[in-house]
């Protein structure tokens, strides 16, 4: 008869977020006639009795009153929400079903809750802070979180996950490193991963990237002038400050070529047209690292240098043609000068031509003169006309005196 009923569980160990709402899904089913469905639900802290905390008959919810605000059933469906999850409600969750018919069934689930708090940021303690001697010296890298519940530690090398070794010792925790003695196959980034049941975190330097003051950059590719001098800046965001370290990549191997976040390249000192360099950044308190690659190609003939000769031809394009519209401009004024029709007096040579004098009779006397004798509208005197003859001709160059019969 016990067979007839089935309750089912997806997990019985279940975490869940401090704050967070938790839902334990538990189903049901038999093959008998029931006329009586009951569901309860217990909570069992350890070392305590189980404790009732809800329960219902045909689908009549029966709280305790103690918890009614925080748990909740809709039956038909046996599943528990509880809202919010407390640390104080780490424990076991009993669900018991009974079926009544011709006689009764029942059938139970245990469900072990875990609440677990989020995990802070790490920050990685060195000790010592500064270099240490080969072979003599050793370190100490202790990783530290704010909070978080059942964190477990992991360290990583370079990227990749650090195993214990002859000079690689951890705490039981995974929480402190020690190397002793340190040697020069330990130098690399070193960090911190921490993570617990319902969170992870890893922290650190951001946002690296590489710059030159020289040279044209074409995405993750500087190409340099033969006999230029190079620095090349590496940067990333993070605080407190990071720690930079310069690889240098050939065929097979690589090497480490210099501390720091600035590097020199003398382009007549590199053996080969192309070198492959990579730029790591690490953060000894955060514990986070990042790198990043670039190519140096050594060029016969600048491409900078090309770039600004375009420049310059450039601008004398645009000064040459803003000459060429001026004297263009001037001859096409010219020509209209030259060839536009005359108005008025333009100059004396206009005024050489053959000139006729006509005289009056003196006034003095009496006798005047008819107006189809002189031309004009008016009566002049002859005084006056012999002022205007004068304004004509004195504006033709002086000739040589002639004879007048």
């Known amino acids: 008869i016990c067979s007839a009923l089935k309750l089912t569980v997806p997990s019985h160990t279940i975490h869940g977020i401090e704050g967070q709402p938790l839902h334990l899904s538990v189903d049901y089913n038999f093959n008998a006639t029931a006329s009586e469905i009951q569901i309860i639900w217990l909570f069992e802290r350890s070392q305590s009795n189980p404790k009732y905390v809800l329960g219902s008959v045909n689908q009549k919810v029966v709280p305790d009153l103690e918890y009614q605000d925080k748990f909740t059933l809709i039956p038909p469906n046996a599943s528990l929400r509880i809202n919010p999850l407390h640390l104080s409600d780490e424990g076991n969750y009993i669900v018991k079903v009974n079926v009544r018919g011709n006689g009764t069934i029942a059938a139970s689930q245990k469900i072990q809750v875990a609440v677990d708090v989020p995990v802070t940021k790490p920050t990685v303690h060195t000790e010592p802070s500064s270099g240490v001697v080969e072979y003599v010296g050793n370190i100490t890298l202790k990783c530290i979180v704010d909070r978080g519940t059942r964190v477990t530690y992991q360290w990583m090398k370079n990227g990749k996950r650090l195993h214990a070794g002859p000079n690689y010792t951890f705490s039981s925790n995974n929480a402190t490193l020690l190397i002793v003695p340190v040697v020069k196959e330990d130098i690399g980034n070193y960090s911190c991963l921490v993570s617990n049941p319902v969170s992870a975190m890893e922290n650190g330097p951001y946002g690296l990237r590489v710059k030159s003051d020289k040279g044209l950059n074409i995405g993750a590719v500087f190409t340099v002038d033969m006999g230029e001098v190079v620095l090349f800046d590496c940067s990333a965001d993070s605080n407190p400050p990071n720690t930079y370290l310069w690889i240098q990549r050939d065929d097979n191997t690589t090497q480490v070529i210099k501390y720091g976040p600035h590097l020199e390249v003398i382009s007549d000192k590199v053996a080969q047209k192309t070198v492959d360099y990579m730029c790591c950044a690490f953060n000894n308190v955060t514990g986070k690292r990042d790198q990043t690659h670039f190519t140096v190609v050594v060029m016969s003939v600048g491409l900078e240098k090309l770039a600004q000769k375009g420049k310059s031809l450039s601008s004398l ?44 009779p003196d006034l003095t006397s009496g006798s005047r003169v008819s107006n189809q004798s002189v031309p004009g509208p008016d009566f002049v005197t002859g005084q006056d006309m012999l002022s205007t003859v004068y304004e004509v001709i004195q504006h033709i160059p002086e000739q040589p005196q002639q004879d007048h019969q």
Request: proline share 2%; aromatic share 20%; no cysteine.
């Open 317 to 360: 394009a645009v000064i040459t043609g803003i000459s060429l519209f001026l004297i263009l401009a001037m001859a096409f004024l010219f020509l209209w000068k030259r060839y536009q029709p005359r108005k008025g007096h333009e100059s004396a040579s206009d005024d050489f031509g053959i000139y006729e004098f006509i005289t009056f």
